[in-house]
């Protein structure tokens, strides 16, 4: 069964910098890209970014609002994905979700963890 | 990147149809066949219902179909049921390695 289980969300100040994590099980996480997808409170979904994997070169890309602030990177020793928050906006206050995308090549994303809500606030 | 358009809500009585309809450009849903479809119960994680489209993953009741037309992609839910009432929202790949989600649809089974 797969299972995605995000950490890591937290109340953080205007400005500052968080890291979630995303453990990954009962699927080859070294064979899978992975994206975050994000929910503002009682708003709708946004793509954050994806991740490939290092077999098919390991890039990362980025939606536009995130660009340059946040950063994905995954360990596959440890069958954990990462999305490291810098230079945090309050709009950036969400779910953050963790997701797999389908057979590669995909766009679809086809399981997703529980969540972790990121509060941005001062 | 502007968020797909959805409309805000659509409802229907139990056994009915109805059709969500999800609008973008010729740069997302009119260029690609990617089209995919969510649905999310409040305080719940979203789950895929379509994907490439027309395709519904294994376990999703063939009660929901999906089909695309120039720049607008629709998803249909035939023989409505209560626990059909959630949000549902649509995605496209995008170009460039990025995607875009639809604004939602609030579903209501009268």
């Known amino acids: 069964e797969v299972q995605l289980v995000e950490s890591g969300g937290g109340l953080v100040k205007p400005g500052g910098s968080l890291r979630l994590s995303c453990a990954a099980s009962?699927?080859?996480?070294?064979?899978?890209?992975m994206s975050w997808v994000r929910q503002a409170p009682g708003k709708g979904l946004e793509w954050v970014g994806r991740?490939?994997?290092?077999?098919?070169?390991?890039?990362?890309d980025y939606a536009a609002p995130v660009k340059g602030r946040f950063t994905i990177s995954r360990d596959d020793s440890k069958n954990t994905l990462y999305l490291q928050m810098n230079s945090l906006k309050t709009e950036d206050t969400a779910v953050y979700y963790c997701?797999?995308?389908?057979?590669?090549?995909?766009?679809?994303?086809?399981?997703w963890g529980q969540g972790t809500l990121v509060t941005v606030s001062s | 990147q502007s968020a797909l358009t959805q409309p805000a809500s659509v409802s229907g009585s139990p056994g009915q149809s109805i059709t969500i309809s999800c609008t973008g450009t010729s740069s997302d849903v009119g260029s690609y066949n990617l089209v995919s479809w969510y649905q999310q119960h409040p305080g719940k994680a979203p789950k895929l219902m379509i994907y490439?489209?027309?395709k519904r993953p294994s376990g999703v009741s063939n009660r929901f179909s999906g089909s695309k037309s120039g720049n607008t992609a629709s998803l249909t839910i035939s023989g409505l049921q209560a626990e059909d009432e959630a949000d549902y929202y649509c995605c496209s790949y995008a170009g460039s390695s990025t995607f875009v989600f639809g604004t939602g649809t609030k579903v209501t089974v009268l």
């Open positions: 490439e489209v027309s």
């Open positions: 991740i490939k994997s290092k077999t098919d070169g390991g890039t990362t």
């Open positions: 997701t797999t995308e389908g057979v590669v090549p995909a766009a679809y994303f086809d399981y």
């Open positions: 009962g699927f080859t996480f070294s064979n899978a890209w």
